[in-house]
């Protein structure tokens, strides 16, 4: 085995002395370098978890349990009563026949030869399903350009502004949840051609709309006392 040489001995630990020293200067780097990256990474993931679609409730078919486990919609709903004057069962029934409460709810995609994707059949989208034209003249009309609908409490007040419109361009009472949803449907242009009296499924869709109106009105009378009293923070208790 062979010495090893004097001057080779010092170059190694001078190169070891420098090696040490670059390290000791880059770690503090290294770390802030670390640090940012993971608050940038945080941001992210906080930023998409904001933007995820809330859930829809877990009882749709019962409005108590909807306004117990979402109580800002109570608020919602009944601003949009005093403002429009359509009662808060017959909107909340709107809403669920058209999304289930779903806030990015579309229109189920066309096929395209039987196995591609195809267009959607209208812009339909949110709470209220509301189309693009529509919804444009809902913001102008009522001044609420930031108004989102994927946003509950904006959607019902669509549902209220768009039940009023029908009351007066189609001489609908507020209270007739059935003819309210065919106007909806159809527009108003086309309930007063009466187009729905050709389209019996539309007819019977509208029967169960009715029929959830009245059943969401049973459930409130016995429930919406509570919210009022206590700020709809204790139902069911």
């Known amino acids: 085995m062979q010495a090893e040489m004097p001057g080779r001995a010092k170059v190694d630990t001078h190169r070891h002395t420098a090696i040490r020293a670059m390290v000791r200067h880059q770690t503090p780097r290294m770390s802030f370098n670390c640090l940012r990256l993971f608050s940038v990474l945080s941001l992210v993931i906080l930023f998409f978890s904001g933007c ?3 859930p829809p409730p877990r009882h749709i078919d019962n409005v108590c349990d909807i306004f117990g486990e979402n109580g800002k919609w109570y608020k919602a709903a009944r601003k949009s009563y005093k403002r429009w004057g ?3 069962h017959i909107q909340m029934a709107l809403l669920h026949q058209e999304s289930k409460f779903e806030s990015d709810a ?5 096929s395209c030869l039987w196995i591609f994707p195809g267009p959607r059949p209208s812009s339909a989208y949110g709470y209220a399903q509301a189309i693009d034209a529509t919804w ?3 913001q102008k009309s009522t001044g609420r350009g930031g108004a989102d609908r994927d946003d509950f409490g904006d959607a019902v007040d669509f549902a209220g502004w768009y039940s009023n419109r029908s009351h007066k361009r189609c001489g609908i009472s507020k209270q007739d949840a059935y003819g309210l949803y065919l106007a909806y449907h159809e527009g108003h242009g086309g309930y007063n051609r009466k187009t729905y009296k050709k389209k019996a499924w539309l007819l019977q ?6 029929a959830r109106a009245q059943r969401y009105k049973r459930q409130l009378e016995s ?3 509570a919210f009022r009293r206590s700020g709809f923070c204790l139902w069911p208790f």
Not at 205 to 210: D, F, I, S
């Open 106 to 110: 579309r229109p189920p995609r066309t």
């Open 205 to 210: 869709v509208a029967r169960k709309v009715e």
């Open 86 to 88: 359509i009662p808060i």
């Open 223 to 225: 429930c919406e006392g």
């Open 136 to 138: 444009k003249e809902y």
């Open 52 to 54: 995820a679609a809330p």
